[in-house]
């Protein structure tokens, strides 16, 4: 056996930079306190932020394959304000639960498409979750399963609302439809066609008995809604439409002839089949004409935003003041009609402008992703907006404000302030360059507007440091400076300890015909003493450092540089220097599709090295010097050895898109590359083979930087996140590393997805199954496959058997039947279903028998009921027409029953123990309270006694 090459793993280490990514922001209440935290998502990850100390409190992390795309809060429970859990869906098709109280998630797998939109019931007991493929899936969280897919839209769902009174979902989809389900029958009762466009987004008001839905225009239609069965809970309203014109800020259609009942025969549409009455009320019309982003409200306050930076309010007015308002209106109406000599009758029905008023718009310091809205105690309506910045912020406004109809006349004049802004710990613009001090305990990043230097142990951002358009950085000797080089052609020397801007040079500036400007590269030399630049000047120029007296502070000397008597002139502009670590080479290459090496120390040709399609975009030299590596847009890279330039290896489609960084492992021959396709890739320059690729990054990964001991690898990108990744102790095996790679890809394929197995009465129902086949599921049914085999082995050979060594080292039991418990137990309740599903119909009879014999023992007859009727309704004909079945069949249906009425005597039992010592804590807690409100009264007596005393002595001596 030949001898293997054994590499050290690298995991995704810290993320930093990021503040929220997605079109998603929710306020979440903790620890009572509310309009202080907000949950953002953050990539992969979703963030908690305490917005007033401008700190993240907590990093949610379900280890899936995904961005996150939506974040719901669980309703809070009765009697508490607190959010306990947060349901969070990915652009994988999964979805997530995590208890916010520990941090730890609940996963699910049913979608094919990125999960769209998520919604609580009013317990908190179920989540309903639509994706970009149109279904609709309700989980139940308590018992971890899925309950029902429901099909019927053709396109992306954007909004899912439970009714608060009844078991019914509303959804809305690109397909211009708003559907009412009900959960009870899992059916479609009604469907809303009033839309000529896609529906973005709705909300429920007043009770559900109003319905506010924004679509492509600067249209919020308002819908009436009333079940005319005798079991609503809903309140009738008496006549919705009135026949008096509407405000200036309220618009109702008027198109066509209104009838005497004042309700156009085209805005009531009519359906005798449903118990659901559905008329639409008029348009409230919002400030801009782009379509509708958002909409959210939490009761009191309606908020919608679109693709500009503008905020539309409406307050939703309480029944009184409703009627205050149709007070006011009336006696204004009959002063005129008496005034005018006029006997006209005005009717008392409440108009759509008597429901909703707007509150003066706010304006965002730029354009919105996602917004969330909270009404305080006081009056005051707190809206938090992200921002596609990577930053977020908080508004505020009255309720008692008035709008303000001029506030648009000047565009860049805001209405309202922020109250708190968050954008300090993250890049307004994705990162462009990135490097490790020497102690490797700091990272420098630089954007297109400042410059960051993080600790990399607590992942915040220490310094920040305006500068201009940055390319390229490198952190110079000392560890105390950082050297950028600009877009505009000038290079920028910054402290970190006093965070200033020492030096502002004009480095490289091209001539009057050139179009693009910049230093492109930036390499120090090997000894430190200075460094070399290229730019579009088509020229290569050589820097030293010095010190120089600090006339402005007059504190001394500090650190600057100036401009070596050497120079070189290339024949195109430069795209990337670099120096060899022992200081032999220089390697420059340039837009004509080559590199050029040069000794150093007198500037002449070594080598030229060509073969490109495409300009170089970046390149390195091993710690030897025997080595360099270039990247190109042609997404190859290029293996050469610098003795005679000779090309020792081409990798092609190194990177999709093209290569855009590298870099080499100190003292080592292998390196990392990055590019447009947003993924880490580490490379073998002795064996010309790919060692692992880390994924991670959603969008082109711009930069990547290696600690001097290669122990630490940092990253960033398009999508504004810096992420650092962790070499472990853990030995990398190739052939594994290949097999794991090709799985992925099968299942991101859709391979095993769409191995959906055929079950009786789905074929073109609108209700099916709510989980679907994955690698998981096919585990799972693997693991029961094997304990079942186990079992059947261990039963007949007896009490003479010799115990498996699973039984016996992983499951700790000598008994076959409780280690076939423990494996169905080890089964995720999420993926029971479908593992249940795959496995054929001997093995099915096996399991009869096995759940036969948890039955007997009362061994978790819960689970033992559950898969025993999932077996039965996914394979009823085949056991139907099974002669061995029919025993196992008759005595299951006499075991069932008893055992199930057992647990719940038990369940039923202990409930009422609980009442019992609810009631009596109440009774204590009652005479206690009692008992302190009589002693706070005889205080207060003795108090106001001795007080009366002490008046009449001093009305005594006077």
């Not at 400076?481 to 500036?509: P, Y």
């Not at 050139?514 to 290569?540: E, P, Q, Y």
Request: with cysteine.
């Amino acid at each position: 056996m030949g001898i293997t090459t054994q590499y050290l793993r690298y995991v995704p280490g810290s993320l930093f930079g990021l503040i929220g990514t997605g079109r998603c922001i929710r306020f979440v209440t903790r620890f009572s306190q509310t309009a202080k935290y907000v949950a953002v998502p953050a990539c992969e990850h979703v963030f908690v932020w305490d917005i007033r100390r401008a700190v993240k409190v907590l990093t949610l992390d379900a280890e899936v394959r995904g961005s996150v795309t939506v974040v719901e809060p669980r309703p809070p429970a009765p009697g508490s304000l607190d959010n306990t859990h947060l349901a969070v869906g990915y652009t994988d098709g999964s979805l997530a639960v995590f208890d916010l109280r520990v941090g730890l998630p609940l996963k699910f797998t049913g979608h094919r498409g990125a999960v769209s939109a998520l919604a609580w019931d009013p317990q908190g007991m179920r989540v309903a979750s639509g994706s970009d493929d149109g279904e609709i899936v309700i989980w139940d969280v308590v018992s971890e399963r899925g309950m029902v897919r429901l099909k019927g839209h053709k396109g992306k769902i954007t909004r899912i609302r439970f009714l608060q009174n009844r078991n019914v979902i509303v959804s809305s989809c690109r397909d211009s439809f708003i559907k009412f389900w009900d959960i009870d029958v899992n059916h479609c009762f009604r469907t809303l066609t009033g839309h000529r466009a896609e529906v973005w987004d709705f909300v429920l008001l007043r009770n559900d008995t109003r319905l506010v839905s924004g679509s492509s225009d600067a249209e919020l239609r308002v819908w009436a809604l009333r079940f005319t069965d005798a079991d609503s809970k809903t309140v009738k309203d008496k006549d919705e439409v009135s026949d008096e014109p509407p405000n200036k800020i309220f618009h109702i259609d008027t198109e066509g002839t209104h009838s005497s009942s004042g309700v156009d025969h085209q805005d009531k549409i009519e359906d005798d089949a449903s118990v659901l009455e559905i008329v639409r009320l008029g348009s409230v019309l919002r400030s801009r004409g782009d379509r509708v982003c958002g909409l959210h409200t939490d009761g009191r306050v309606v908020v919608c935003h679109g693709k500009s930076p503008v905020m539309d309010l409406f307050i939703i007015l309480t029944d009184e003041e409703v009627q205050a308002k149709v007070s006011k209106r009336l006696k204004k109406a009959r002063k005129r009609a008496r005034e005018s000599g006029n006997d006209v009758e005005v009717g008392e029905t409440p108009q759509l402008a008597d429901e909703l008023r707007k509150l003066p718009t706010l304006r965002a310091a730029n354009k919105l992703l996602g917004l969330d809205i909270v009404s305080e105690n006081l009056g005051t309506v707190k809206v938090v907006g992200l921002h596609v910045d990577n930053s977020l912020a908080v508004y505020g406004s009255s309720l008692d404000a008035k709008e303000d109809k001029g506030q648009f006349q000047d565009k860049k004049k805001g209405t309202s302030n922020a109250i708190s802004e968050l954008y300090n710990p993250g890049h307004r613009t994705e990162v462009r360059a990135i490097a490790f001090n020497s102690l490797s305990d700091q990272v420098i990043t630089a954007s297109a507007d400042s410059l960051k230097v993080w600790h990399r142990g607590d992942r915040q951002a220490i310094t920040t440091v305006p500068c201009d358009y940055a390319v390229c950085v490198v952190v110079v000797p000392g560890d105390r400076h950082a050297l950028i080089g600009t877009r505009s052609g000038c290079l920028q020397l910054v402290d970190f300890g006093s965070s200033i801007l020492l030096e502002n040079i004009m480095a490289h500036e091209p001539d009057e015909m050139a179009t693009d400007t910049g230093v492109w590269s930036i390499a120090l030399t090997h000894d430190g003493r200075g460094f070399i630049t290229g730019g579009s000047d088509k020229m290569v120029k050589f820097w030293k450092f010095e010190l120089i007296r600090d006339e402005d502070e007059g504190r001394g000397k500090r650190l600057s540089f100036v401009q070596d008597s050497r120079a070189l002139k290339v024949a195109d502009q430069v795209t990337c220097v670099r120096c060899s670590a022992d200081g032999k080479f220089v390697a420059v290459a340039t837009l004509d599709l080559k590199e050029t090496l040069y000794f150093s120390d007198s500037l002449k040709l070594c080598h030229e090295l060509y073969g490109k399609s495409l300009p170089t975009t970046c390149m390195d030299f091993s710690t030897d010097g025997t080595l360099i590596v270039t990247g190109s847009k042609d997404t190859s890279l290029r293996i050469y050895g610098t003795d005679f330039g000779d090309q020792k290896r081409l990798l092609k489609n190194a990177h999709q898109g093209g290569v855009t960084d590298l870099r080499f492992i100190p003292k080592t021959h292998m390196f990392f590359s990055c590019g447009q396709d947003g993924t880490v890739k580490q490379w073998d320059a002795d064996n010309f083979q790919r060692i692992i690729t880390l994924e991670g990054h959603a969008g082109i990964v711009r930069c990547l930087a290696v600690c001097p001991k290669g122990a630490w690898v940092a990253s960033g990108g398009q999508d504004r996140s810096v992420r650092l990744w962790e070499r472990t102790h853990e030995p990398l095996i190739l052939e594994e590393e290949r097999e794991e790679e090709r799985k992925k890809e099968e299942e991101e394929s859709g391979m095993s997805a769409t191995q959906r197995p055929v079950v009786p009465g789905e074929e073109g129902a609108q209700a099916v199954r709510s989980t679907i086949t994955s690698h998981h599921t096919e585990k799972a049914a693997d693991m029961i496959l094997e304990a079942l085999v186990i079992y059947r082995q261990q039963v007949e050979a007896g009490p003479l058997a010799v115990p498996h060594h699973l039984m016996t080292y992983v499951y700790h039991t000598s008994d076959p039947l409780k280690f076939v418990l423990e494996v169905l137990r080890k089964v995720k309740s999420s993926e029971l279903e479908e593992a249940i599903i795959v496995l054929p119909l001997d093995r099915i009879l096996e399991l009869l028998i096995v759940i036969k014999g948890l039955l007997e023992h009362d061994w978790d007859v819960e689970l033992a009921s559950r898969i025993l009727i999932l077996a039965a309704r996914i394979n009823l004909p085949q056991l139907l027409s099974s002669t061995k079945a029919a025993p196992i069949i008759h005595a299951l249906a006499q075991l069932l029953p008893q055992k199930t009425l057992q647990l719940q005597n038990i369940v039923g039992f202990n409930l009422a123990g609980l009442h019992h010592m609810k009631n009596r804590l109440e009774l204590r807690s009652e005479t206690q309270l009692f008992a302190e409100a009589s002693q706070k009264v005889k205080e207060a007596r003795r108090k106001r006694k001795k007080k009366d005393q002490a008046v009449k002595r001093v009305l005594m001596t006077i």
